[in-house]
């Protein structure tokens, strides 16, 4: 009876010690699992959704490329021969300057930048007037406005204008009606009656011929083209 007793208390004892575990850590072991499947599934969209994002790249960029040839085709002429003729782009209009203007940019030495030919022709004026009274004209035309001097600009830094036609004009004097003549061998002036001046005699000047001349008050009259 006592032996019984004495196995039973082993038993209960044996028992306690090795008892069945507890599920904890298989649990944080299935939470870690699915927390490394949910990671998964996140990165296996975003992997779907840069596929597609691919695709929608590939299919506008494809898009631009047939319009680009549909428009290319559309332009694309052909000699003689049949064969393709590409396309001449419209060239941009050349910057227009005064004749006077012209000549500023040619005098100017090429190494100067746009914004030191401007300081040069500046300086030239307000430093030394009487001696350069041929820049004031320059001078007046670049303060008429920033577009002027913009001009200016592109056509002395590409080196490519077109020169302006000046307007002429004939010189009427208010008091006896007569017209200034120009003698060129002689460089004196004198009067006439009518405008129709040839050879070495000149009856029609430019704007600013006629600030430079110094000669009075005279009518100016528009020689039309």
């Not at 290319?72 to 004749?99: C, I, K, Y």
């Not at 080196?159 to 004196?188: A, C, H, M, R, W």
Request: proline share 4%; with cysteine; charged share 30%.
């Amino acid at each position: 009876m006592l032996s019984r007793e004495m196995e039973k208390r082993k038993m209960t004892k044996f028992e306690e010690e090795f008892k069945r575990p507890d599920n904890g850590p298989i649990t944080e072991l299935n939470n870690s699992m699915q927390s490394v499947l949910s990671q998964y599934r996140k990165m296996r969209e975003y992997a779907d959704y840069l596929e597609y994002d691919s695709k929608q790249k590939d299919e506008r960029i494809l898009k631009l490329e047939n319009e680009n040839s549909f428009m290319r085709d559309e332009r694309t002429t052909f000699d003689s021969n049949g064969m393709a003729v590409e396309p001449q782009l419209q060239q941009q209009a050349l910057p227009v300057v005064p004749e006077y203007v012209a000549g500023a940019i040619e005098s100017i030495p090429n190494h100067y930048s746009a914004f030191e030919a401007l300081d040069l022709i500046k300086s030239k004026v307000e430093t030394l007037p009487e001696e350069n009274k041929d820049w004031l004209p320059v001078f007046n035309w670049l303060c008429e406005g920033i577009e002027n001097q913009d001009i200016f600009a592109l056509a002395f830094i590409t080196g490519k204008y077109e020169v302006e036609k000046p307007q002429l004009f004939y010189l009427k004097n208010k008091l006896t009606t007569s017209y200034l003549i120009l003698d060129t061998s002689t460089g004196y002036f004198e009067h006439w009656g009518s405008t129709e001046a040839t050879g070495r005699y000149k009856s029609s000047f430019t704007q600013s011929e006629i600030e430079s001349m110094e000669i009075g008050s005279y009518e100016q009259i528009e020689v039309a083209e």
